[in-house]
């Protein structure tokens, strides 16, 4: 049994923006918590969300002045729904419901509910946000909301290849973010023994902030927050869920599913594999020995091919 | 305008006691306060809005999307009342279905001198592609809605037929299934006829339908897309009945077959219920600039290789310029009386029926022969004198676009309002399935109703609201 090529792909690309609006949303979470504490330095991480979310070029038609320039109030305006700026909150959210409604034989009554509610709840409520003051709040419920769609596909979701093109978009998305989060962290990750400093610690903090995993750190390793060792957590861990060892796993996973399913192995299989291979199985200070920005661009690139050879193999497009 | 005390009121006797069918919401319903009904109508909007039950307005804007008012006062019809509706409508399909069959093939109605050479000649509904062609059992609209006004205890009139692609029968299946989440206690004593076998009969009907030879046929559903206004019942329809929803894009011309694009490969696809219009169906064959369609469709259709529910070229039979010839159409095929009547029609095309027309045009409705949905109609004892002055030059450019009616005193069902129970206009339109040997009607239909007061206007386009339409055991 095969499902349509533009099912498969609404359901990879519903997946994909649901995890880019969740990811979106810690990231400016992480950066407004900075910029409470130390503006200086917030004004620093907006620029730095700006390029990480590859919302340079938008922001260049945007605005003639720099992110750091500019009132955060503005900013925040570009990041939830400014239409300057196609992948806002509030677009990605759209996105994901109009994919949604185009495999709508494909989900379940409860889950297209549940995506419905959250898109039609998000839109009013990042309408509703004026206020800085508002903004964690509505943060913290637009997870919530796209928390809502998650259980509820996972509590009714058949697990046959729908589901699978579904968790390939979270899990490709949600390597590709990690990949952009450490990225834009290479300089303070790379540094030795300067554990201790409060920069660095500002730092640290933003990043594992960013993939909700401040707490979980202090767990591993007894919570030493060192650079390599935050590196490791989040490139190579198989613990950690938004790690990149983590997500390429799952992909490797699904791709699996989808040869079982189809019975033959798709060249996206074998790509997904090699990438694993080069985030799992690796010691943290090695990839920093080789350059950490030149591995993470070479990821980025990688997620970004392997997008493209998923498509192929299961013919979303012709 | 009728006097407002002359009006037939579904519900209640001239005396102000309740009639038998409406006995029913005695216990569980009427009983209850209006504070407690209220709740139950604002429980039902989150319950649509929840479903994604919504639709996209034409000309509006912003595009917004709106939902249909529910109102959760059902409307009941007892088991003879049904009887009545179910024979005639059956009656009529079945004749009409062989109306467009004849049209394209030997015109023995034409040659009788019942319908005029002129309706066919200059009608855009009328398909020479489709001439000579046979579909499976000789259907041609296997999903059918027929729009049918109540004037008063025996009289049901049919106000238009739907021989296209009629749309609402999602709400059918919704309003019930809201109504049995809100009144679960109403339905153990009320013997309500169910519903929500519809779309079972409509794939079974579909599957009836496929091109000669195939055994077990791959059903989709086309719908041009999420923006359309009646997305939500294509997707609904197609997942209820299990079959795949597809745009134009997934379907494509493949070694002599249409066949869908899937993840493996392409598929075959026997029967395509196809929910867009027949000038966009096919772009080699009607409109070019169609992007919703499949290339060369209509080719592999001709073949009989493929089945198009409804067939391209149906639309002949429920043009409103047809419409008042119906009876006589009832007569000529089935040698039959017709069950259910018609309203009275002027044709604007003949010019002694035009003078009539013009000169009581603030008395008359006015409709488009090809348009619906109550756009570009002519409601005359409720528009102003400019309107009827400009609708009058409209006419006179133009008098083969128009037919003209009589207004209709609409029957009355309750409704839920602020003030409490009301009174309001409304229409039905129960869903025929036709396919070879089997013509069926799901009891009960879409019964739309004006929510403002004294209004005869239904359409949900222009602010018209839905019931739950009971048809009772016995």
């Known amino acids: 049994m095969s499902v349509l090529g533009a099912t498969a792909s609404g359901l990879y690309w519903m997946f994909r923006n649901l995890e880019r609006s969740d990811s979106a949303t810690r990231v400016i979470e992480a950066t407004l918590r900075v910029s409470f504490t130390d503006a200086e330095l917030g004004r620093m991480e907006w620029e730095s969300i700006i390029t990480s979310s590859g919302l340079r070029e938008y922001w260049n038609q945007h605005s003639s002045a720099m992110p750091s320039e500019v009132p955060t109030a503005e900013l925040i305006n570009f990041l939830l729904s400014n239409p300057d700026n196609p992948s806002s909150l509030l677009a990605t959210i759209t996105s994901a419901h109009a994919n949604a409604r185009r495999v709508r034989t494909a989900l379940s009554r409860e889950t297209a509910e549940a995506i419905n509610s959250t898109a039609s709840q998000a839109a009013s409520l990042i309408r509703d946000t004026q206020e800085l003051a508002d903004l964690p709040e509505t943060l913290a419920t637009l997870r919530r909301l796209l928390a809502q769609v998650h259980g509820a596909h996972a509590v009714t979701a058949m697990r046959n290849e729908n589901f699978s093109f579904g968790r390939l978009g979270t899990f490709i998305e949600r390597a590709d973010a990690t990949a952009r989060i450490v990225s834009a962290k290479t300089v303070a990750l790379s540094a030795e023994s300067q554990a201790g400093l409060q920069l660095e610690n500002l730092h640290f903090d933003t990043v594992l902030r960013s993939v909700a995993a401040h707490r979980a750190f202090r767990w591993v390793d007894s919570g030493t927050m060192t650079g390599p060792a935050i590196a490791d957590f989040l490139l190579c861990s198989l613990r950690m869920p938004r790690s990149l060892a983590y997500s390429f796993h799952k992909v490797v996973e699904n791709l699996g599913h989808l040869s079982d399913d189809y019975g033959t192995v798709q060249p996206s299989a074998e790509l997904a594999l090699a990438l694993l291979d080069k985030c799992s199985n690796r010691a943290s200070s090695d990839l920093i020995d080789e350059g950490l920005h030149l591995f993470l661009d070479g990821i980025m690139q990688d997620i970004n091919e392997l997008g493209l050879q998923i498509s192929t193999d299961y013919r979303f497009d012709r | ?474």
């Open chain 2, 1 to 474: 305008m009728t006097e407002e005390s002359s009006l037939f009121d579904e519900m209640l006797h001239p005396d102000g006691s309740t009639r038998r069918a409406y006995q029913a919401l005695q216990n569980g319903f009427f009983d209850d306060s209006d504070l407690t009904l209220k709740k139950r109508a604002v429980e039902a909007e989150t319950l649509f809005r929840r479903t994604g039950i919504v639709f996209n307005v034409y000309g509006d804007a912003e595009g917004q999307e709106r939902l249909i008012p529910f109102d959760i006062v059902p409307r009941i019809l007892d088991a003879a009342e049904w009887d009545v509706i179910e024979r005639g409508v059956i009656q009529r399909i079945g004749a009409l279905n062989q109306l467009v069959h004849d049209l394209y093939h030997d015109r023995e109605i034409v040659a009788a001198g019942i319908l005029p050479v002129p309706l066919l000649a200059r009608n855009e509904a009328f398909l020479p592609q489709m001439i000579g062609v046979e579909p499976p059992g000789g259907i041609y609209s296997h999903i059918a809605g027929i729009d049918l006004v109540r004037t008063g205890a025996d009289e049901f009139v049919v106000l238009e037929d739907n021989l296209r692609t009629p749309s609402g029968v999602s709400y059918m299946l919704e309003n019930r299934e809201t109504m049995l989440h809100l009144f679960p206690q109403l339905f153990e004593e009320a013997q309500v006829r169910r519903v929500h076998d519809y779309a079972q009969q409509l794939r079974r009907c579909l599957a009836a339908s496929a091109p000669e030879g195939v055994e077990d046929p791959t059903i989709c559903v086309l719908t041009p897309g999420i923006y359309n206004s009646a997305y939500f019942e294509h997707a609904f329809l197609a997942d209820e009945m299990g079959v795949e929803l597809v745009e134009g894009r997934d379907l494509q011309l493949h070694n002599g077959r249409i066949a869908m694009r899937t993840t493996t490969g392409f598929e075959t696809v026997d029967v395509i219920y196809r929910r867009i219009d027949d000038s966009f169906l096919d772009p080699m064959t009607f409109l070019p600039e169609s992007v919703v369609g499949v290339a060369g469709v209509m080719d592999v259709y001709r073949a009989g290789r493929v089945t198009l529910a409804n067939a391209p070229g149906a639309g002949i039979a429920d043009d409103k310029a047809v419409y008042s010839y119906v009876p006589d159409i009832i007569r000529f095929y089935c040698d039959e009386e017709p069950i259910l009547s018609n309203v009275e029609t002027w044709r604007c095309s003949e010019p002694d029926q035009l003078a009539w027309v013009l000169e009581n045009l603030s008395e008359l409705v006015v409709k488009e022969v090809h348009g619906s949905g109550g756009y570009g109609m002519l409601i005359g004892p409720t528009s102003s004198a400019a309107e009827v002055e400009a609708f009058r030059a409209k006419l006179i450019a133009n008098p083969g676009g128009y037919i003209a009616q009589p207004t209709l005193a609409l029957s009355t069902v309750p409704i839920l309002t602020e003030a409490g129970l009301a009174p309001r206009h409304v229409d039905l339109r129960p869903f025929v399935l036709s396919s070879p040997g089997l013509t069926q009607v799901t009891p009960g239909g879409l019964t739309r109703v004006a929510m403002v007061e004294g209004s005869l206007v239904v359409n949900s386009s222009q602010g018209g609201g839905t019931k739950d339409t009971w048809v009772l055991q016995s």
